[in-house]
Nanobody
Framework: QVQLVESGGGLVQPGGSLRLSCAAS????????MGWYRQSPGKERELVTS???????YYTASVKGRFTISRVNAKNTVYLQMNSLKPEDTAVYYC??????????WGQGSQVTVSS
């Protein structure tokens, strides 16, 4: 059983930065991919970025060059550094981990609001 605890998020002005963290506990050795999704009101949840245990990364086009995902395997933690934030980045951000035997676990969600 894997549990996720997210931290970070909040309110920031356009152009500002925020950092999200997601720590996994339990059977974390079964985790391969760690990622971040986001969901805005009235929209479907979308994959923002992901990173494999071997540090292969994916970014959706709208965040390339502004967001950076990283992970520390020894701590079973994934981070999302968000720079140059835009109002359209406003959403609830969810951490997700996937691994062996169909493992897929979601974090509780973190609100990110970009507004002046």
């Amino acid at each position: 059983q894997v549990q996720l605890v997210e931290s970070g998020g909040g309110l920031v002005q356009p152009g500002g930065s925020l950092r999200l963290s997601c720590a996994a506990s339990g059977s974390a050795v079964d985790i391969n991919v760690m990622g971040w999704y986001r969901q805005s009101p009235g929209k479907e949840r979308e994959l923002v970025t992901s990173i494999t245990r071997g540090n292969y990364t994916y970014y959706t086009a709208s965040v390339k060059g502004r967001f950076t995902i990283s992970r520390v395997n020894a701590k079973n933690t994934v981070y999302l550094q968000m720079n140059s934030l835009k109002p359209e980045d406003t959403a609830v951000y969810y951490c997700n981990v996937r691994g062996v035997a169909g493992l897929s676990v979601w974090g509780q969600g973190s609100q990110v609001t970009v507004s002046s």
